[in-house]
Nanobody, 115 residues
Framework: QVQLVESGGGLVQPGGSLRLSCAASTNIFSRYTRMWFRQAPGKQREFVAMMTSGGDTNYADFVQGRFTISRDNAENTAFLQMNNLKPEDTAVYYC?????????WGKGTLVTVSS
């Protein structure tokens, strides 16, 4: 059972930046596909970004070049750098790791974009 812990959320003004982290309890995190999802109030959870074990990335259309997913395999951590944040980016952001068709989820970190 892999434990994922997100951090880095908070309150930021429109146009600001945040860097989310996802720390995994496994030392083979590099073998996992790492993903970020988000869930805004009253909405369904939606895909944000992913990185395969090979380093390939994919992003949701709404990211539009503002977010970057990355990893530190030595530290078993994934990151989501978010720039030029908009009020509509307000949501709980969840880290998800997949291995052998099994998904593991963190509890989320709240990002609020407001002036």
């Amino acid at each position: 059972q892999v434990q994922l812990v997100e951090s880095g959320g908070g309150l930021v003004q429109p146009g600001g930046s945040l860097r989310l982290s996802c720390a995994a309890s496994t030392n083979i995190f590099s073998r996992y596909t790492r993903m970020w999802f988000r869930q805004a109030p009253g909405k369904q959870r939606e895909f944000v970004a992913m990185m395969t074990s090979g380093g390939d990335t994919n992003y949701a259309d709404f990211v539009q070049g503002r977010f970057t997913i990355s990893r530190d395999n030595a530290e078993n951590t994934a990151f989501l750098q978010m720039n030029n944040l908009k009020p509509e980016d307000t949501a709980v952001y969840y880290c998800c790791a997949r291995l052998l068709n099994t998904n593991y989820w963190g509890k989320g970190t709240l990002v609020t974009v407001s002036s």
